[in-house]
């Protein structure tokens, strides 16, 4: 069983749009959850979220975790195409040592 | 710059024979770790090593092997034991003195099994 599910897997809007993106996680030995952002290669790091309720940012970017419910949503306002990528999410176990695991990505195409 | 560099970024090899990939970090990271990503599959674990000398296996550890002899160097052998060796691979690392759950990646190395 997933420890980690995203949705949707694969989604194509216009510049402009907002979207969000979900991550849904196991509650077993949480200790924090990521999102990565990865264009052609190397995934490259947006968010750590570790507290309920508190919302990060980063210019158009934004992200909230809902440790009650068990997810965490990437919301993208005024999409551009530069934001056409794979985002994935990342369940962080309470031990420093212990891998990541993570979902298996939302494909976001951003089309003019 | 710190970073980590994976090599070679693609590799074309014969069925049956083995390839191992290079990781190398001058992050001076403790742990180090090998993914393997297919279309639609995200990042599944393949191998990650804590320490110098030591290393666990992931949840897709049949048909490959590692070895971390050295802090900064975690290479991956693909062996021809593994039966669908094709895919991207990521290495990635991280501190563990203080807890961050932040993986840095490589830019990843493309095998194709011809």
């Known amino acids: 069983e997933d420890k980690v599910v995203q949705s949707p897997l694969s989604l194509v809007v216009h510049e402009g749009d907002t979207v969000t993106l979900n991550c849904s996680y196991e509650?077993?030995?949480?200790?924090?959850l990521l999102w990565y952002k990865q264009e052609k290669k190397a995934p490259t790091f947006l968010f750590m979220l570790t507290s309920s309720g508190i919302e990060k940012k980063s210019g158009r970017l934004s992200s909230i975790l809902d440790k009650k419910e068990l997810f965490s949503i990437l919301n993208i306002t005024a999409t551009q195409t530069g934001d056409s990528a794979i985002y994935l999410c990342a369940w962080g176990p309470n031990s420093g040592n212990t891998p990541l695991v993570f979902g298996k990505g939302t494909r976001l195409s951003v089309i003019a | 710059d710190g970073g980590i560099t994976q090599s070679p970024k693609y590799l074309f090899r014969k069925e049956g024979q083995n390839v191992t990939l290079s990781c190398e970090q001058n992050l001076n990271h403790d742990a180090m770790y090998w993914y393997r990503q297919d279309p639609g599959q995200g990042l599944r674990l393949i191998y990650y090593s804590q320490i110098v000398n030591d290393f666990q296996k992931g949840d897709i550890a049949e048909g490959y092997s590692v070895s971390r002899e050295k802090k900064e160097s975690f290479p991956l052998t693909v062996t021809s034991a593994q039966k669908n060796p094709t895919a991207f691979y990521l290495c990635?690392?991280?501190?563990?003195?203080?807890?961050?759950?932040?993986?840095?990646f490589g830019e990843g190395s493309r095998l194709t099994v011809l």
């Open positions: 509650v077993t030995n949480f200790r924090s």
């Open positions: 990635a690392s991280r501190r563990t003195s203080v807890y961050t759950g932040e993986l840095f």
